[in-house]
């Protein structure tokens, strides 16, 4: 049974730029959550997906969008990418009710240069 | 509004010795509290998870945490780390009667195994 999968391991973008980071949740999971991580912090909360709307979100601008498919995986879409973009980018998905755990992916690190 | 303040950024242990990374939280309302490591370029794995019921957690790896709700804490511990422990360990809030499974991360501690 395949986990929490991103794609792409790896990303480089310039200032100004847009980016779309993907995300596939585990099997029988229908809630992905994104989160950002900046090098040497722990995790930010920038929002969550449930029945392809987007149910809850962080303290992000609106430069930073998201999406999930009938098939429950999600994309992250960022535009106008600053600097402090840079980041790991983490996806987490969790099953129905499932309000007690999330089940992170291996994480999409952006660089904009 | 939850935060979580994890107390030492870095924690140097020797192998074989007991270690604790310690947790605090602020929250007005119930909480769901977390232990996940993250060892070098990977992403997170839950350690152990408090919900409800004993206060004492016990999780993978022989890591055990206890929920003080008098002293809003939730402290790691391990009785003999190894090599293999080496990682950033994060703790984390999420509250259920706020819902939609947010979670709210500390900083992270770095601990790190000598031999």
């Known amino acids: 049974d395949a986990g929490v999968t991103q794609s792409p391991t790896h990303l480089i973008k310039t200032r100004g730029q847009q980016v779309t980071l993907r995300c596939s949740p585990k099997s029988g999971h229908d809630t992905v959550s994104w989160y950002q991580q900046a090098l040497g912090q722990g995790p930010q909360f920038i929002f969550q997906y449930y029945e392809e709307e987007e149910r809850q979100r962080g303290n992000f601008p609106d430069r930073f969008s998201g999406h999930q498919f009938p098939n429950y995986s999600s994309e992250l879409n960022v535009n106008a990418l600053l600097l402090g973009d840079s980041a790991l980018y983490l996806c987490?998905?969790?099953?129905?009710?499932?309000?007690?755990?999330?089940?992170f992916g291996p994480g999409t690190r952006l660089t904009v240069l | 509004a939850q935060s979580v303040t994890q107390l030492d950024s870095q924690v140097p242990v020797f192998e074989e010795a007991p270690v604790e990374l310690r947790c605090n939280y602020s929250?007005?309302?119930?909480?769901?509290l977390f232990w996940y490591v993250q060892y070098p370029n990977q992403g997170l794995q839950l350690l152990l998870k408090y919900l409800s019921g004993s206060t004492l957690v016990k999780g993978i790896n022989g890591f055990e945490a206890e929920f003080n709700k008098s002293q809003t804490s939730f402290h790691l511990r391990k009785p003999s780390v190894h090599i293999s422990d080496t990682a950033e360990y994060f703790c984390a809030v999420s509250s259920p009667a706020q819902g939609a499974q947010k979670l709210v991360f500390g900083q992270g501690t770095r601990l790190t195994i000598n031999p």
């Open positions: 929250s007005s309302v119930s909480v769901y």
């Open positions: 987490a998905s969790s099953p129905p009710e499932g309000y007690n755990e999330q089940f």
